[in-house]
């Protein structure tokens, strides 16, 4: 069991760039493949960004292609989320995500271990 705890949330203006870090607990981070995804009010969950385990693979929702990085840090236990050039329509409550079935669809069934979300809101 892994847990996780997002932080780096925030208020931008659009244009802005803002760092998001999900850091896991326990010894087996490197056991799992790694998600971000965001929910903006009365919309569905979304899948933003994932990467494999040992950070060879990424995928990402073509909405954030060549905005977003994500990466992995496998002596911090950490996972983050850079988001640049940020828009409005990026508003949304952004969650973290483990999986240990390795890099799949980006689709919240697919991940076993969620944070508690931390905001960004992109102003206009």
């Known amino acids: 069991q892994v847990q996780l705890v997002e932080s780096g949330g925030g208020s931008v203006q659009a244009g802005g760039s803002v760092r998001l870090s999900c850091a896991a607990s326990g010894r087996t981070f490197s056991s799992y493949a790694m998600g971000w995804f965001r929910q903006a009010p009365g919309k569905a969950r979304e899948g933003v960004a994932a990467?494999?385990?040992?950070?060879?693979?990424?995928n990402y929702v073509d909405s954030v292609k060549g905005r977003f990085t994500i990466s992995r840090d496998t002596a911090k236990n950490t996972v983050y989320l850079q988001m640049s050039s940020l828009k409005p329509e990026d508003t949304a409550v952004y969650y973290c995500a483990a999986t240990s079935s390795g890099l799949g669809p980006l689709s919240p069934s697919w991940y076993d271990y969620w944070g508690q979300g931390t905001q960004v809101t992109v102003s206009s």
């Open positions: 990467i494999s385990r040992s950070g060879g693979s990424i």
